[in-house]
């Protein structure tokens, strides 16, 4: 009787992978934080809004961002 045996190739982790993922990670997280603080101000002068308003309408612009970004990964992974 002979026995099979699965055989798990043990690969090198990449280096510059993993360096260069958590180098975007952070420039992406950089940004979102930068815009977050930027973007109240910003379209109070833009569009005479008022505080109340700003806050209001931005937080529902990116919560709609956010459950944009939800249903593109959903969509990529099912098309992937």
């Known amino acids: 009787a002979s026995t ?5 190739p043990q690969g090198n ?7 260069a993922t ?7 997280l950089f940004i ?3 815009f ?7 379209t109070m002068d833009m569009y ?3 505080r109340e ?13 956010g459950v944009e970004a939800v249903i593109i990964f959903m969509g990529i992974k099912l098309l992937s």
């Open 4 to 8: 099979d045996e699965v055989q798990v």
């Open 36 to 42: 977050e603080t930027i973007v109240t101000p910003l």
């Open 22 to 28: 958590n180098v975007l990670f952070f420039v992406v």
């Open 32 to 34: 979102f934080a930068l």
């Open 48 to 50: 005479a809004w008022t």
């Open 13 to 19: 982790i990449d280096q510059v992978a993993v360096v």
């Open 53 to 65: 308003q700003a806050v209001l309408y931005d937080g529902v612009i990116l919560a709609a961002l």
